[in-house]
């Protein structure tokens, strides 16, 4: 659905965008994340037809972005940050002055308008002044101009900015459902709403794609593998004499246990591994009785910041 090939975006000298490659496939919801000043914005306004790219060729369901502008942006849908609302129209005439614009007819507008108020949750403040929506009800009408043309593709730019928890979960619960047929690139701050929402993110920092992956397989090439953390009611000789016996198994660490008469041990596997029923073999047959059994994973926030960090150094 989008294609993004030798991506380049030049300012003078500065180099905003360098060398990006990246695909995303229709049915996908896929986090967009870096840094203030790596060139997400860039991008962002690029896949838009906002800005022009200085190289490279970009791609929408299998349309070049520059050939054929004026019918690819009408398969995308756009919510920036601060959604571009008109605060004196109403929620109703707001959305028919957008279908205008995006070249709906006249005669369909009206069917599209309720569809998409119904979608996004304002048929209710449909009659009210924009003005005097509260910020979530402003943030889903912005949501409901990207969508009026039934956009393929869904550019979302910080889409829960500025709400409360509850309007935040019914947010992410919108994307979740929209992204069911149709592409979303979501970009946002709030590193635990990707996770939330997203199975793949894409990371750029100073203009590279420096990740292109699901959270746990990121972590995993960060961790150097799979780590499991175990508790177990045995002594460290005997969990070591079992464990011994595993294949793939790479390294065992013992730590300080948090409970009396127990061992507990971090496990690392070979590569990427999945060693966790192996080792509830080998520690059945020990009769060792497993007391906890978890992955070791690093948190959206970790990844982001041990990618961009390290790129930096």
């Known amino acids: ?28 919801i896929v986090g967009f994340l870096g ?14 037809g906002y800005l022009s790219a200085t190289e490279g060729i970009v ?13 690819i942006k009408r398969k995308i849908g756009y919510l920036p940050e601060n959604p571009p609302l008109y605060m004196d129209m109403t929620v109703r005439e707001y959305l028919s002055f957008a279908g205008e614009i995006k070249g709906i007819p006249a005669t369909a507008r ?16 449909s009659k009210r002044l924009i003005k005097n929506l ?3 009800y402003k943030q889903r009408v912005g ?39 149709r592409t979303i690139i ?12 997203c199975k793949r993110v894409l990371i750029i920092n100073k203009g590279k794609i420096v990740a292109d992956d699901s959270p746990e397989n ?43 008469g127990t061992a507990e041990t971090i496990v690392e596997a070979e590569g990427e591994k999945d060693i966790r029923r192996d080792i509830s073999r080998a520690l059945a047959a020990a009769n060792i009785p497993i007391l906890m059994m978890r992955s070791m994973d690093m948190s959206l926030e970790d990844i982001f910041l041990n990618l961009t960090t390290m790129e930096e150094k």
């Open 1 to 28: 659905m989008i294609e993004v090939t030798n991506l380049v975006r030049r300012y003078g000298k500065h180099v905003a965008v360098d060398n990006a490659n990246f695909k995303i496939e229709k049915g996908e």
């Open 35 to 48: 840094p203030n000043g790596a060139g997400k914005s860039t991008t962002m306004n690029i896949l838009t």
């Open 59 to 71: 791609k929408i369901d299998g349309q070049d972005i520059l050939e054929y502008p004026t019918e």
């Open 110 to 125: 009206k069917e599209k308008m309720n569809h998409v108020m119904e979608t996004v949750g304002v048929q209710d403040v």
């Open 134 to 136: 509260s910020k979530g």
């Open 143 to 181: 949501l409901a101009q990207a969508m009026i043309a039934d956009p393929n593709v869904l550019v979302l730019d910080e889409p829960t900015a500025g709400l409360d928890p509850k309007q935040i979960l019914e947010i992410r619960a919108l994307i979740t459902e929209l992204g069911k047929d």
């Open 186 to 197: 979501l970009s946002s701050h709030i590193l635990p709403e990707v996770s939330a929402v």
């Open 218 to 260: 990121l972590a995993k090439h960060i961790l150097g593998g799979s780590q499991i953390h175990l508790r177990l009611d045995a002594s460290e000789a005997e969990v070591r004499s079992a464990l011994d016996k595993v294949p793939s198994l790479k390294e065992l660490e013992f730590r300080e246990s948090q409970e009396a």
